[in-house]
């Protein structure tokens, strides 16, 4: 596609059921950024992938978040158990490996754990 | 570890006013690229304007610009001719020159412009 998909755009659970968003990156992106941002908030940093490289994952606010990326294109990132204060705006971004460039971001998946 | 502060939480423009936008960061790297991203009630984000910490000039895209201070650590986003469209939140975004590094963002600040 042409621009960075997320999906579902809205996703509502119950607490403690877990859920998986999903992120297409551009393709030929080869950097992929998970983001959450809760309500009226800045961006807090999840998780990185580049390339082949071990992603960093130094973002992760506990054992019951997760994310992979397949083929080096389509991510996933999987909450388990989902608490209350799981719910927030979770942005994923691609870019090319040139650091000088923006990243690409989708338009967000909205979470709500009721 | 890199910080990006953006000091305004809120500010607002009269229509086809010139706003600036304040932004610091805190790094102790010599090179680095520095970013404004605009996101409006859609969510999507949207790169602005860019700037590479090697090069003086400071950036400009049409109706943006940036005044860049390297020693003081300082990357202000300038808005002429503020137009409705403009109204956003905006975030200060920093990421250094090394393979691997992500991008760090300042809180936002939420820009209003009145008519």
């Known amino acids: 596609g042409a621009g960075v998909s997320q999906s579902p755009s809205n996703k509502v659970t119950e607490k403690g059921k877990d859920v998986e968003l999903r992120c297409d990156p551009i393709s030929g992106h080869t950097a992929l950024y998970w983001y959450r941002q809760s309500l009226g908030q800045g961006l807090e940093f999840l998780i990185y992938?580049?390339?082949?490289?071990?992603?960093?994952k130094s973002g992760l606010p506990s054992d019951r978040f997760s994310a992979e990326r397949t083929g080096g294109s389509v991510s996933t990132l999987t909450i388990q158990r989902t608490q209350q204060e799981d719910s927030a705006v979770y942005l994923c971004?691609?870019?090319?490996?040139?650091?000088?460039?923006?990243?690409?971001f989708g338009q967000g998946t909205r979470l709500t754990v009721v | 570890a890199q910080t990006v502060t953006q000091s305004q939480p809120e500010m607002s423009v009269q229509e086809a006013e010139t706003v600036t936008l304040s932004c610091t960061y805190d790094?102790?790297?010599?090179?680095?690229?520095l970013f404004w991203y605009k996101q409006p009630p859609s969510r999507q984000m949207i790169l602005v304007i860019r700037q590479e910490a090697y090069k003086q000039q400071n950036a400009t895209e049409n109706r943006f610009s940036v005044n860049f201070q390297k020693a003081a650590k300082s990357f202000s986003l300038k808005i002429s001719d503020s137009q409705l469209g403009d109204a956003a939140m905006y975030f200060c975004?920093?990421?250094?020159?090394?393979?691997?590094?992500?991008?760090?963002f300042g809180e936002g600040t939420q820009l209003t412009v009145n008519p």
């Open positions: 790094t102790s790297e010599s090179d680095y690229y």
């Open positions: 975004a920093y990421r250094k020159e090394t393979s691997g590094s992500r991008l760090t």
């Open positions: 992938f580049q390339g082949n490289s071990a992603p960093d």
């Open positions: 971004a691609s870019s090319w490996g040139d650091r000088r460039v923006g990243a690409f």
